[in-house]
């Protein structure tokens, strides 16, 4: 049984389907802030792409710019508040994410960003402003990510008509996680280049002082 609260959003999400790429842009803004509409931005994009395949770009481009603005709303909010908005998360989640991007820098926002739920994204977005993360290089992560899975999600629209939500809901987590694992695995190959680079240049410039 649903708790009256889901209901509620449930109800809020329904009415703001019926006015389009405008309701698009709001279920993307509230799902990413903090209002929970879980699915509700990305079955709106299937449902509009499917009814009008031509507009796709523009409601993808509609939905990433929602989804951006709720994130950085929620990141500024994160921010004002400090410590005391991951108070909702478990401790070990916390560590965890705050390991991640020590680690992984903007490519862990990314990487949050492309991952369906139910993955954290919003401990993510929460911790980038507690932490205060670049609030550029976060833009650009959330635009990169959620640009790319509105896309993809269009794309299954035009090519699956009715059918695009169950083929997505088969196979969008395996897509979501290879190109997370083809993220890192580039972003530590990039940085094993960088470090060999670093190396041999300091091996030159030692043989050119000993000379």
Known sequence: ????????????????????????????????????????ADALMLLLTTAKPRWMLFYALVATAGSAAGCLILYYVSRRAGQRALRRFSEKKQKRVKDWIDRYDVISVLVASLLPPPFPFKLFVVSAGVFRFSVTRFLIAIIVGRGFRFLLEGYFAIRYGAQAKSVLARYYPWIGLGLAILVIVVFLTRGLLKRRSGSASAVEEGLEAGN
């Not at 049984?1 to 709001?26: A, C, Y």
Request: hydrophobic share 50%.
């Open 1 to 40: 049984m649903l708790h009256p609260l889901s209901k509620t959003f449930n109800r809020l999400s329904e009415v703001l389907i019926t006015f389009g790429p405008f309701g698009l842009f709001v279920v993307a803004l509230l799902d990413s802030s903090f209002v929970p509409l879980p699915s509700s």
